[in-house]
C-alpha cells in the first residue's frame, strides 16, 4: 500500500490566527512539523495542503512539497483536494500544529488497514487517555467514546461520558487528530454536506459518524503538544528546549 502523509495548513486558525508561522526553536511551526514527519522515513511522500501562500513558500523555501488548495471548512476537505490526483492508497492527516508526533502511532495506525480484510473501516485515529480534571473539562481537548470493539461512538468539546453514577471511575479519553484514511473514503467524505452535530461541535470526523462510516480509534500512549493558543506554543517551546538539552 502506498502510504503518503499530508498536513493540512491554514493560516488563520480563529484560536490563534498565524500560528504556523510562529517560531518553535529556529524553525516555524509548520516547518518543524513537515520536517519531523519527513525524518521519520515512514512515508512515501509528504505534503502540506494550503490555501495560504504565506505557508506555502515556507515550505517551498524548504525544499519540501507544497500543494495549494482553495477555501475549506476542514482539514479533511483540503485534503481531499490535494490528494485527489495523487496516486496513493492510504492518505495520514498530520495536524500541522501538532510538531512532535513520531514513527510508533503511524505504525499503530497502519496495522488498522492490514488487518482490515474486508475494508470495512474508512479511517482510524488516535486517542490517548485523559487523568487530570482541567484537561477533562478543557474545550480545546476533544473527547471520544467508542464501543467494545475500538470503534468510535461520538466526539465531543464536552465532558463524555458524563459520570452521573459516582460509584464507577468513568475513563476519558482525548482525541488526537491524527487520521489514516482510505483514500476512497476521504474522496467521499469531501463530497458530503455537513450535518448539525458537526456544525454545532467543529469537529469535522463527526461528519464520517454522521453518515455511517467506522472510524477505529486506536489508544496510544505518546504525549504531544497540539498548538491551539498561545499557551500552547509556550510549552511546545519548553519541550524542545528539554529535548536539546537532555
Given at each position: 500500500m502506498k502510504t503518503i502523509a499530508v498536513i493540512p495548513a491554514r493560516y488563520q486558525a480563529s484560536r490563534f490566527p498565524g500560528k504556523l508561522m510562529q517560531i518553535l526553536g529556529e524553525k516555524t511551526v509548520i516547518a518543524t512539523t513537515y520536517q519531523n514527519v519527513v525524518e521519520t522515513q515512514?512515508?512515501?511522500?509528504?505534503?502540506?495542503?494550503?490555501?495560504?501562500?504565506?505557508?506555502?513558500?515556507?515550505?517551498?523555501?524548504?525544499?519540501?512539497?507544497?500543494?495549494?488548495?482553495?477555501?475549506?471548512?476542514?482539514?479533511?476537505?483540503?485534503?481531499?483536494?490535494?490528494?485527489?490526483?495523487?496516486?496513493?492508497?492510504?492518505?495520514?492527516?498530520?495536524?500541522?500544529?501538532?510538531?512532535?508526533?513520531?514513527?510508533?502511532?503511524?505504525?499503530?495506525?497502519?496495522?488498522?488497514?492490514?488487518?482490515?480484510?474486508?475494508?470495512?473501516i474508512s479511517l482510524a485515529s488516535l486517542k490517548i487517555k485523559l487523568k487530570e480534571q482541567d484537561e477533562i473539562e478543557n474545550p480545546n481537548n476533544v473527547k471520544v467514546i467508542t464501543d467494545n470493539e475500538g470503534f468510535a461512538l461520538y466526539f465531543s468539546r464536552s465532558v463524555i461520558p458524563y459520570s452521573r453514577e459516582t460509584s464507577v471511575q468513568a475513563e476519558y479519553f482525548k482525541h488526537i487528530g491524527v487520521y489514516a484514511f482510505r483514500k476512497k473514503a476521504l474522496l467521499n467524505f469531501a463530497k458530503l454536506k455537513m450535518q448539525p452535530l458537526e456544525i454545532a461541535e467543529k469537529i469535522e470526523c463527526i461528519r464520517y459518524l454522521e453518515y455511517g462510516m467506522k472510524i477505529k480509534m486506536i489508544e496510544t500512549d505518546f504525549i504531544g503538544v497540539g498548538i491551539d493558543v498561545p499557551e500552547d506554543l509556550e510549552k511546545a517551546r519548553l519541550i524542545l528546549k528539554n529535548s536539546i538539552n537532555s
Open positions: 515512514f512515508f512515501d511522500e509528504v505534503f502540506v495542503a494550503t490555501d495560504s501562500e504565506i505557508i506555502f513558500n515556507e515550505i517551498k523555501n524548504i525544499g519540501g512539497n507544497a500543494v495549494m488548495t482553495g477555501n475549506h471548512e476542514t482539514g479533511s476537505d483540503r485534503i481531499a483536494e490535494a490528494v485527489e490526483n495523487i496516486d496513493c492508497d492510504i492518505v495520514i492527516n498530520v495536524q500541522g500544529d501538532e510538531p512532535f508526533l513520531k514513527t510508533e502511532p503511524f505504525k499503530q495506525l497502519m496495522e488498522v488497514f492490514k488487518n482490515d480484510f474486508e475494508e470495512k
